[in-house]
């Protein structure tokens, strides 16, 4: 079993910047590829930026590419969202995501650990 624990989110202000953390534990961390998610009130969950497994390749969604970066540092079993430039339509609770071996998958199906979820919310 892997937990993952998002953290980070919280009210921000259009234009404003958010850097949310997931925590995972219980297993080898660096064996795994890592995602983030998003969904919205009323919508389906999204994909919004992965890293593989191996941290030589990252995959971003339409809508945050240019915005948001994606990193993992294996030494504190983390992985990050750096969300610059934050657009009310950004507003969603986050959740990241683990795949064994994995590499950068945008579909959920795909991960095999998920966590609780932290809000953002992007005032305009």
């Known amino acids: 079993q892997v937990q993952l624990v998002e953290s980070g989110g919280g009210l921000v202000q259009a234009g404003g910047s958010l850097r949310l953390s997931c925590a995972a534990s219980?297993?080898?961390?660096?064996?795994?590829?890592m995602g983030w998610f998003r969904q919205a009130p009323g919508k389906e969950r999204e994909f919004v930026a992965s890293i593989n497994w191996r941290d030589t390749s990252t995959y971003y969604s339409v809508s945050v590419k240019g915005r948001f970066t994606i990193s993992r540092d294996n030494a504190k079993n983390t992985v990050y969202l750096q969300m610059n430039s934050l657009k009310p339509e950004d507003t969603a609770v986050y959740y990241c995501?683990?795949?064994?071996?994995?590499?950068?998958?945008?579909?959920?199906?795909?991960?095999?650990?998920w966590g609780q979820g932290t809000q953002v919310t992007v005032s305009s």
């Open positions: 219980g297993r080898t961390f660096s064996n795994y590829a």
């Open positions: 995501a683990a795949a064994y071996l994995g590499g950068t998958s945008p579909h959920g199906s795909a991960y095999d650990y």
